[in-house]
Nanobody, 115 residues
Framework: QVQLVESGGGLVQPGGSLRLSCAAS????????MGWYRQAPGKQRELVAT???????NYADSVKGRFTISRDNAKNTVYLQMNSLKSEDTAVYYC?????????WGQGTQVTVSS
């Protein structure tokens, strides 16, 4: 059984930075896509960024230039460095692992950007 454990959320002022981490455990195939999604109150879950096992990345337009996704394949861990945070980045952030036709989700970590 695959498990995803997120950490690093919290409260930060506008313009500040946070780094999210997500560690995957269980049977994980080497070819996969890991990513981050977020869901704000009253809104649908949306893609933030993804990264393939070959390190190809994809970002939502709203975070390009501010967020950076990276991964450590040896540790099955994905990171999201978030800089220049805005109030509209406030949401629950979910880690995702996509293997073939399967999707796995973490429990979510709250990110609140407020002064």
């Amino acid at each position: 059984q695959v498990q995803l454990v997120e950490s690093g959320g919290g409260l930060v002022q506008p313009g500040g930075s946070l780094r999210l981490s997500c560690a995957a455990s269980g049977i994980i195939f080497s070819i996969n896509v890991m990513g981050w999604y977020r869901q704000a109150p009253g809104k649908q879950r949306e893609l933030v960024a993804t990264i393939t096992s070959g390190a190809a990345t994809n970002y939502a337009d709203s975070v390009k230039g501010r967020f950076t996704i990276s991964r450590d394949n040896a540790k099955n861990t994905v990171y999201l460095q978030m800089n220049s945070l805005k109030s509209e980045d406030t949401a629950v952030y979910y880690c995702n692992l996509h293997i073939a036709t399967l999707n796995y989700w973490g429990q979510g970590t709250q990110v609140t950007v407020s002064s």
